[in-house]
C-alpha cells in the first residue's frame, strides 16, 4: 500500500553531515509512522529513528541522540534524517521502513513496508 525510495546517501568524511530523505507513494492519505534502520556488514539491522504520522513525536537511538535528527513533510510525502557528526562506525546501508495506524516501534518485523536501503559511508 505504501512504496518508499530513500535517497541522499553517498561517501563523507568524519565529522561531515548527510541529509537522507524517504519519499512515499501510494496509501499515503491515511496515517503512518515512519522509522530510519541501519545494517551495516557483518551486523544486525538495527533502530536509528522514529517518528509518528504528524510529527509531533519522534524517537532516537539513546547512541544517536543529539547527533541525528528526524523530521517530515506531509505535504512531500517524505522523512527526512539529518545526520551531522557522523562517524566510520555510522557506515551502513540506511532504510526507512512505515507501517499505518501505529506507533513508533525499534522492532523491524513491526513494519509493513521497506525502502531498498542507500548507502552512507563515512572515511576516517
Known amino acids: 500500500q505504501v512504496q518508499l525510495v530513500e535517497s541522499g546517501g553517498g561517501l563523507v568524511q568524519a565529522g561531515g553531515s548527510l541529509r537522507l530523505a524517504c519519499v512515499a507513494s501510494?496509501?499515503?492519505?491515511?496515517?503512518?509512522?515512519v522509522a530510519w534502520f541501519r545494517q551495516a556488514l557483518g551486523k544486525e539491522r538495527e533502530f536509528v529513528s522514529g517518528?509518528?504520522?504528524?510529527?509531533?513525536?519522534?524517537y532516537y537511538a539513546t547512541s544517536l541522540k543529539g547527533r541525528f535528527t528526524i523530521s517530515r513533510d506531509n505535504a512531500k510525502n517524505t522523512v527526512y534524517l539529518q545526520m551531522n557528526s557522523l562517524k566510520p562506525e555510522d557506515t551502513a546501508v540506511y532504510s526507512c521502513?512505515?507501517?499505518?495506524?501505529?506507533?513508533?516501534?525499534?522492532?523491524?518485523?513491526?513494519?509493513?513496508?521497506w525502502g531498498q536501503g542507500t548507502q552512507v559511508t563515512v572515511s576516517s
Open positions: 521502513a512505515a507501517v499505518h495506524g501505529s506507533s513508533v516501534s525499534d522492532i523491524p518485523v513491526a513494519y509493513a513496508y
Open positions: 501510494g496509501r499515503t492519505d491515511r496515517s503512518y509512522v
Open positions: 517518528i509518528s504520522g504528524s510529527g509531533d513525536r519522534t
